[in-house]
Each structure stands twice: as structure tokens, then as C-alpha cells.
């Protein structure tokens, strides 16, 4: 466990597996991960594609100024650390260290799960000097029915709230009977974990002892990691590897299992037979043929090996520019790694999509758009959505993207042509650390420059958008970019460019109501628009096979019936120098439009052959920013919200369902002197609505809490002078101690000296902020 030299706010880790037996479920516990796993579809063309793990491997694991601290680091000494960009391309994540049992930081499981990414713990055994720990596996638990340790893992995977164990066994049993045993204890495990965590549980086994009780790296799937890929949910092989064992494990593993066979890739490239660093997407290029999915190690090298000042603009290379100059030559990985729709939550009563462009770091910590917490920050936990698709990305998405908008005849535009690029900005933020900026590009530098339209007849109007009659297909230039030729009444008409942000799967009844809120600053002219592209789906008639879905067996199987017109968020208008929040609301059309899809009578006719009526749910699927020709400046975009609630809790008025409210988190109102082991924290009642905590202490913000409970440092314990115990607080009552709660009187009553002035705000799951009331809290 954790030693006695880490400080209070160390995370969990367990050093040997006999101190496990000592541990118990604690609810007071402030490392627990309250964010469910956001369950994330996949598109048609994503359904048999390569699934992404990545194996994060960064300085041996919970590093300091990096993720060793639960609490996060309020102040940091830079403000800079270690963050994942790219978990819209991650299926899992694997939280990886040299501790016998690697426990995921709660600030990781926070964000992998926000972002739709099971994050895994590790299970390690290295050398020879483990084997007699490694034997205690097999220690059968007091009813004689498994295994005790196995037990153990489940219940610290669900009390903590992170989704599995990757199984690192480099070392031997010590005999080939208990190392065929350990098959029965990875079963074991599998089935505990599925039992007590749920379905997305993973239990993964990494290439290396085999059944005969020798650590033999395969570098494959063969007979001999065979038993180990059926035991446990995936293999996760070796990185040694050349591409005939690759292709020989795909087919092995067979169509329906070659996804849970995950290829090992080490990106620093040590004693392999592939290209690494810059040039990992070759690697990914030869294995992409085989079908099996990708283990990506130690991805944080473009971090460790390159430095920090420049590692945001290394990190972007790495998963999605391709490069080449004179210093690197970058295939990136979205290349060949598709991306997943944004991850929507879903409740009993609503589903919403919200993000603050938060990384989990900055320079400043912003609320309602005002610097509150004026030093250096990091907590990983409080990081939301990032943009599925970087403008800069050549991704094959693009253009299929620019064939769509052509079809539709949505504009005039240069579609994939982006007059805007955004950067993630740190100087400005509505909560947080950091928002989204776009700038105005007059010189329209992308990756589509080129991509201009053919010769079609004049778009006059906005009916235009609905023409049946889609422009010729577009051809490729030398340089493989789109080119199309344009005619000069064309290049008289205003322009769109539009920038994709996010895929989404956010699925609405016919005609429900819902609402969008965007936060923006604007220093700049023109046309600014968000759109919220959609489509229909259809009730499939099949009761079994691969759906639109990722999951073959998904509840809710619909095939696309036709796209439909888009919603539009104004943000037009004059230059405006401050946060500006604005909410639209939309509702959903009844049904398809007899234009859209296949006609109406074909349905009529196929519903007729089933006997049953077709059933339409509406997606909006995509979610960009347009700017038209006459953008110029910048605009920032502090968050998003879509909120829908569902049929069943929707607000109706004479029968017609009316735009939803969003649901606000819990005030809080009363706060107590507590401890977390041998420290003092501030405490507070839990919040289902509430995903994290601004705690303010004495007039001062001093960090935000991502459970309900504040360890308190030394410094703040101390008394503070008494100007700062007059300050009045935003016109806020504080409430004294005689109005509290009595058990609330008596932590008060028996503190001696130091008294506290607290606040905690209550922050919801779509970013609505609940101030809390001020009140004195005594600590002894």
C-alpha cells in the first residue's frame, strides 16, 4: 500500500498482495471515481475497425507533478503535465505501473470516463524475486468456491470505480501445474469483474508466461497464448512481432474475436522490427490489414523524450498531423484510427452532451468567465470533450464530409476549405482552464486548399440546399487533394466554410423538444453559425447480425434512413468583448419528410410484407461551426451544451412538450470539520447531479474537489489575519454556527482555534454552478 513517506493525498497502490487482505470498502473514501462510463456508438464504417488501447507507461506511474496527488495540484508548479488529447480515438485505457497492483488515480478514471474509455488498473510480476507473491493467486477464498485475491481485485475495481486489470505475469508460478491453474484464476477473475462491475468490465492479458511456466514472449496469438486469449477478455501481445505472426494470430483469433486480439506497439521502438516515434503509423499501416486491434505503449513519448515546453504541439503531430520537413516525419495515427462519436450521458431522465474545452490544466482557474484561482493548476479529472476531428487532420472523414455538404447543396461553400483554424487557448476560459479559439484564415491555409468547386449550375437560394441534383463527383489532383473547377457566377456568391467539432450520437423521439447552449466571446465581424447536422433512423427488421452500432447485440438496432435538415445556433452580431451565453430551442420534426430517404410508398410497402409500422428515432450526428466569407477576427467558444430530457419526464403544456430545463445541482449549505487518515478536510453531503466541488476558504478559491470532501493543507489551517475574516463574500450571509445542523454544532464547539470562513459551489453535470452557502467552520 501506499508507504508512510507519501503524503495524504497520494493515490492507492498496493506494493505486495498480502496487505490487500487488510483493506476494506471505505465511504468515506475521497479517491472514489464518481463518473459513470459514458457508453459511446460507433458509425457503419466503424463496426469491424481497429479498436485502440493505449498503455500510458509515463516515468514508472504516479509521478509527482504529474497525477500522484488525488486532489490534483492546486497550486502546480507550472501548470503543465501529461494529458491525454486523443480519447476520442481510444477505446481503453490502461493505467500502467511498476506497483504489484496499479490502482487507476481518480482524476484518470474521471476522465476516461467522461470520455466514453474504460480505464484499467495493472496487475504486475516481474522478475524472480515476485514468484512467491505471484503463487498467493491461487489462495482460495473462505467458502472454497474461487479464488481470495481475485475476489479482492473485483471489490477494489467497483468501490473505486475503474473497469479492470491488465495482467503483466513476467515472472513464473513455479511449476507448470500452477501456472495451468492461473488459467482457472484468470477466468475466475473475468467472471468477478463482469459479476460486480458490469459488462464494459476487461480483464487483459499481456503476452508473456505461457502454460509450460516459462516467460516466452510469442509476440503473437499461437497455440501457446491461446489459452490465456480464451481465459481472460483480450491478449495483449508482445512487441517484438514481424507481420507474418500478426496475420497468422488475426486468423487464428477469427472474424468475430480478432478485435479482442490487441497488436503491441511500443512507440519509443525499443528491439523491434518496425518503425516507431514519428514513424509509428507505418507500424499501424502493417498491422491495419490484419483486422486485430492496436495496443499502443508509451504514446506519453512525445512528452518524456521531447520535453514539455513544446509537447502540445509534438502531441498534435503525433495523433494527427502528417508531417514532413526536415526535422520529423510523422504519419499520424488517425490515420488509421477512426475516431468515436462524442460520449452523450444518459440518465433515467435526460441525455446531454456538454463540454467545457477543459484540457485539465492552466495557468489561471476560470469560473463564469472570471479568474478565480490565480496560480498554475492541474487535475486531470476535470477534463471534457476536445474536438473529434482537428481541421488540420487528413483524415479520409473529410472527405466524405465535403461530398455530403455537396449533396445537400447546404451552400456555396469550399467545403473542407476552412477559413477558420482554432487552437485550444489558455488566456481565456469560461470554466476552467482553457477554451476553444477560432481565428479568421484569409489565405484559407488547410489541408484542402485546393478543393474548390466544379461547374454546376448557380446556388441562388437558400431552397438550393434541398436540390436533388448533387454536382458532379469531385476527382483527384496530382497531389491527391480535391479539386473541383468553379465558374466566376459562382465566385460572386457569399461563401460558408465550415469546421467540423464533433460526431456525435445523440438520438431524439419524433417531435421532443430540446435545447442548445453555447458560451462565446466574440472579437470579431461577421457571420458566425453553429449547426447540428441530423439524420433518420429506422426500426431494422432484423433480429440478429451487426447493426449501426459497435455492439452486435445493441437494444436498439436502426439502420439510416435518410439525412434531415440542419439546426442552427446563431452567433452573429456585433463585436463583443465579454462571455455572452445563448440558448436555442429546437424541436425535433414528427417524421421524415416524403422526400427524404426511400419514398414513403416503398416503406409503406415494406412495412405492409412485416406487418408492423416503421419506428423513427432522429440523431444529430454532427456538430460544426460556420463562418461565412465575411468572418473576420476571432471568436472563442467556452462551452456546449445539448440537453434533451426524455419522453417520459418531458414537460408538457396542453399535450405539446415544451424545451426542458436543465437539471441544477444540490446548494450546498452546510459544511464540517472532518478528516481524511491522520489530516483535516472540510466535508459535505453527496450530490447525485454534482460532478465537482469549488471549494473556496476564507474568500480565496483553493482548489475544486471532485468528491465531497476537501483534505486541507497546512497553510489553510492556519489563522488567517483578520481583515480576511471581515471581507464580506460576493453580498453572500454567512451563517453561523447557531444555525447549523447540531451535529454540525458540535465538530464547531469542540474545534479550538483556527476558524474558517467556506464556501463550496456545486457544479453539475452540464456546468451549471450552484453557489453554496458561506458559513464558519471551526477546525481543531
Not at 445537400?408 to 488566456?427: C, E, M, N
Not at 465558374?487 to 435545447?515: K, M, N, Y
Request: aromatic share 12%; net charge neutral.
Amino acid at each position: 500500500m501506499a508507504g508512510s513517506d507519501k503524503m495524504t493525498t497520494s493515490c492507492l497502490y498496493f506494493s505486495s498482495l498480502k496487505p490487500l487482505q487488510d483493506w476494506h470498502e471505505s465511504q468515506d473514501d475521497l479517491q472514489i471515481s464518481r463518473a459513470p462510463l459514458r457508453r459511446r456508438h460507433r458509425y457503419p464504417n466503424r463496426i469491424f475497425s481497429p479498436r485502440l488501447l493505449v498503455c500510458h507507461d509515463f516515468k514508472g506511474g504516479y509521478s509527482p507533478d504529474e497525477d500522484d496527488l488525488f486532489q490534483g495540484y492546486f497550486p502546480h508548479r507550472t501548470g503543465t503535465a501529461y494529458w491525454a488529447r486523443a480519447f476520442a480515438m481510444i477505446d481503453t485505457f490502461v493505467y500502467f505501473s511498476h506497483k504489484r497492483v496499479a490502482l487507476p488515480p481518480v482524476s484518470w478514471t474521471n476522465a476516461c470516463h467522461k470520455s466514453g474509455v474504460r480505464c484499467l488498473g495493472t496487475i504486475i510480476f516481474e522478475h524472480k524475486s515476485s514468484v512467491s507473491d505471484a503463487r498467493l493467486l491461487l489462495t482460495a477464498n473462505a467458502a472454497g468456491t474461487g479464488y481470495l485475491y481475485a475476489d479482492i481485485f473485483a471489490r477494489l475495481a467497483r468501490h473505486y470505480g475503474f473497469d479492470g486489470y491488465l495482467l503483466n505475469m513476467e515472472t513464473t508460478m513455479g511449476s507448470p501445474g500452477k501456472a495451468r491453474e492461473l488459467l482457472n484464476f484468470v477466468e475466475y477473475l473475468k467472471f468477478c469483474l463482469h459479476k460486480v462491475v458490469g459488462p464494459e468490465a476487461r480483464v487483459i492479458w499481456y503476452d508473456s508466461l505461457t502454460t509450460e511456466d516459462k516467460v516466452d514472449y510469442q509476440d503473437a496469438l499461437n497455440m501457446k497464448t491461446l489459452p490465456f486469449f480464451r481465459a481472460a477478455d483480450g491478449l495483449f501481445t508482445n512487441y517484438f512481432w514481424e507481420d507474418r505472426q500478426v496475420y497468422e494470430g488475426a486468423k487464428l483469433a477469427g472474424m468475430l474475436f480478432r478485435l479482442d486480439l490487441w497488436t503491441g506497439l511500443d512507440v519509443w521502438g525499443r528491439n523491434v522490427h518496425y518503425p516507431a516515434k514519428w514513424e509509428i503509423g507505418k507500424a499501424l499501416r502493417r498491422i491495419e490489414p490484419s483486422g486485430t486491434s492496436v495496443a499502443l505503449f508509451a504514446p506519453a513519448w512525445v512528452y518524456e523524450e521531447l520535453g514539455s515546453n513544446d509537447f502540445e504541439a509534438n502531441d498534435f503531430s503525433f495523433w494527427y498531423d502528417n508531417v514532413e520537413d526536415e526535422t520529423k516525419r510523422n504519419i499520424s495515427v488517425s490515420e488509421f484510427i477512426r475516431p468515436h462519436p462524442a460520449p452523450v450521458l444518459q440518465t433515467e431522465k435526460y441525455q446531454m452532451f456538454y463540454t467545457s474545452f477543459n484540457t485539465g490544466h492552466g495557468q489561471n482557474f476560470f469560473v463564469n468567465g472570471k479568474a478565480e484561482y490565480l496560480e498554475p493548476w492541474v487535475n486531470h479529472g476535470l477534463q471534457t470533450a476536445l474536438p473529434t476531428y482537428p481541421h488540420t487532420s487528413h483524415s479520409p472523414y473529410l472527405e466524405s464530409y465535403n461530398k455530403r455538404l455537396l449533396e445537400q447543396r447546404i451552400s456555396t461553400a469550399l467545403p473542407g476549405t476552412f477559413k477558420t483554424s482554432w487552437k485550444i487557448d489558455y488566456t481565456r476560459a469560461f470554466y476552467g482552464g482553457s477554451s476553444l479559439k477560432f481565428t479568421s484564415d484569409p489565405f484559407n491555409h488547410s489541408p484542402y486548399l485546393e478543393a474548390i468547386f466544379s461547374s454546376s449550375p448557380p446556388q441562388q437560394s437558400a431552397s438550393s440546399r434541398t436540390s436533388s441534383s448533387p454536382p458532379r463527383s469531385p476527382v483527384r489532383s496530382k497531389n491527391g487533394s480535391l479539386r473541383r473547377m468553379t465558374s466566376s457566377s459562382q465566385l460572386r456568391q457569399p461563401r460558408i466554410f465550415v469546421t467540423p467539432l464533433f460526431v456525435l450520437d445523440f438520438v431524439l423521439q419524433p417531435s421532443t423538444a430540446f435545447i442548445f447552449f453555447v458560451t462565446f466571446m466574440k472579437y470579431s465581424k461577421g457571420d458566425v453559425k453553429i449547426r447540428l447536422s441530423g439524420r433518420w433512423l429506422v426500426e431494422s427488421p432484423r433480429t440478429q447480425g451487426a447493426t449501426c452500432y459497435d455492439e452486435v447485440d445493441s437494444d436498439t438496432p436502426h439502420d439510416i434512413y435518410a439525412d434531415a435538415p440542419a439546426f442552427e445556433a446563431d452567433l452573429s452580431g456585433s463585436v463583443l468583448n465579454s462571455w455572452v451565453r445563448k440558448s436555442f430551442s429546437f424541436r425535433v420534426p414528427g417524421l421524415p419528410s416524403s422526400q427524404s430517404g426511400r419514398s414513403r410508398s416503398e416503406a409503406t410497402d415494406a412495412q405492409m410484407q412485416r406487418g408492423q409500422e416503421d419506428k423513427f428515432l432522429f440523431q444529430i450526428n454532427h456538430l460544426d461551426i460556420e463562418c461565412g466569407e465575411n468572418f473576420s477576427g476571432s471568436i472563442y467558444l467556452g462551452s456546449i451544451l445539448l440537453y434533451s430530457k426524455h419522453a417520459d419526464s418531458a414537460v408538457r403544456d396542453d399535450g405539446v412538450v415544451t424545451a426542458p430545463s436543465v437539471t441544477a445541482p444540490a446548494r450546498v449549505t452546510n459544511v464540517w470539520a472532518g478528516s481524511y487518515e491522520s489530516a483535516k478536510a472540510l466535508r459535505w453531503a453527496q450530490d447525485e447531479e454534482t460532478t465537482e466541488w469549488i471549494v473556496y476558504v476564507n474568500g480565496r478559491m483553493v482548489g475544486v474537489a471532485c468528491a465531497p470532501g476537501w483534505v486541507l493543507s497546512d497553510e489553510a489551517t492556519k489563522d488567517p489575519p483578520k481583515d480576511e475574516m471581515t471581507e464580506s463574500f460576493d453580498s453572500m450571509t454567512i451563517t453561523s454556527a447557531a444555525t447549523l445542523s447540531d451535529q454540525t454544532k458540535l465538530d464547531n464547539s469542540e474545534a479550538a482555534g483556527v476558524s474558517l470562513r467556506v464556501r463550496i459551489d456545486a457544479v453539475g453535470c452540464g456546468g451549471t454552478i450552484v453557489k453554496g452557502v458561506e458559513q464558519i467552520v471551526g477546525i481543531q
